[in-house]
């Protein structure tokens, strides 16, 4: 079983910046890919950005392309999302997801998501 442990989140101004982190642990195979996606308060989630583990190939929501920049540390099987320029609209949830193969009876991929973190941005 896997674990995504995410940390980082918290209170900044408009136009602070904030670091987000994301650390899977447990017995896995690999990890193909790790994403952060986000929910607001009455809104649907959206995917932020996204980050293949092998490669780093990299997409980013239109909201937030310019300002955050996703990264990984494969050899600590960590994501991180550097957030810069923040803005009210930023506010949200952000859940750490990961596309992990693990072995059961053979090797199976698997979604997981972390319990999420709250970043908050006002004045």
């Known amino acids: 079983q896997v674990q995504l442990v995410e940390s980082g989140g918290g209170l900044v101004q408009p136009g602070g910046s904030l670091r987000l982190s994301c650390a899977a642990s447990g017995r896995f195979v690999s990890i193909n890919a790790m994403a952060w996606h986000r929910q607001a308060p009455g809104k649907e989630r959206e995917l932020v950005a996204s980050?293949?583990?092998?490669?780093?190939?990299?997409n980013y929501a239109d909201s937030v392309k310019g300002r955050f920049t996703i990264s990984r540390d494969t050899a600590k099987n960590t994501v991180f999302l550097q957030m810069n320029s923040l803005k009210p609209e930023d506010t949200a949830v952000y859940y750490c997801r990961a596309l992990i193969s693990v072995y059961v009876s053979s090797i199976n991929i698997n979604d997981y998501w972390g319990q999420g973190t709250q970043v908050t941005v006002s004045s």
């Open positions: 980050i293949t583990t092998s490669g780093g190939t990299t």
